[in-house]
């Protein structure tokens, strides 16, 4: 299709229909399955994630797409022309009977605030497999220690269980981007149902404030605590540490403790 690719978009599409199939087979989808997509861009993951599912529901931002997507004659498959971001989730989640599994190649603009709107506010997902920036994905594995450890590593790592499925060249779209890519499956799943996910973000937040600073340093004032009354109630860690040194684990003894 001839199309006018636009940067404001992250418009990069995939070209490759075994690359397709195999990022369908990494998101498990079968015939019973309810698949959201984000990012429909000429439909050619749509397609493919047509044959395989029992419905899917596609959303697409670029209003130049309605034509093309729409003459796909995809039975299964509803186009919705709008922004998935600002959508409310309870607006898009109305799509579908019951649980449903993400499907996408997400615009590498939108990918974080994605990722932790599903996280934080789904109440149907059941995995995303997501095609993400290649150090995004290295983001969300890292362990403690590593260099790309943080934040995002830790709340996806909270919410679900992730994992690379594979490397994606930049070769493999066009127009091609600058970077390579990488597909993620993260299976959601319930580990800390007694924790409060979104006051778990913003102690974690606290704890990266200042990624320099010791763990101590950053978390002095949080629930107007002061550093005294941290170190008495974290008495069993060593608080002189970076909070890149803690494990997911670890960080959530001490948001029980405190």
Known sequence: MEHNFKKKFGQNFLKDTN???AIVQDGEINSNDEVLEIGAGAGALTEQLSVCAKKVVAYEIDNDLIEPLNNLNLKNTKFIFKDALKEPI???EENFCDKYKLVANLPYYITTPLIFKF???SKK???MTIMVQKEVAQR????EGNKDYGILSIMTQFYSQPKICRI???????PMPNVDSAVVNLKICQKYPEINGNDFYNFIKKCFSMRRKTLLNNLQGYKNLSKKEIEEKLKDFD???RPEDFSVEKLIEMFKLI
Not at 140 to 143: E, F, G, M, R
Request: aromatic share 8%; hydrophobic share 50%.
């Open 140 to 143: 969300i594995v890292a362990k």
């Open 168 to 174: 994606v060249g930049k070769q493999m779209f066009y």
């Open 125 to 127: 997902i059941v995995s």
């Open 19 to 21: 690359l397709l199939k």
């Open 90 to 92: 309870e607006n898009i």
């Open 239 to 241: 608080l002189t540490k």
């Open 119 to 121: 996280l934080q506010e």
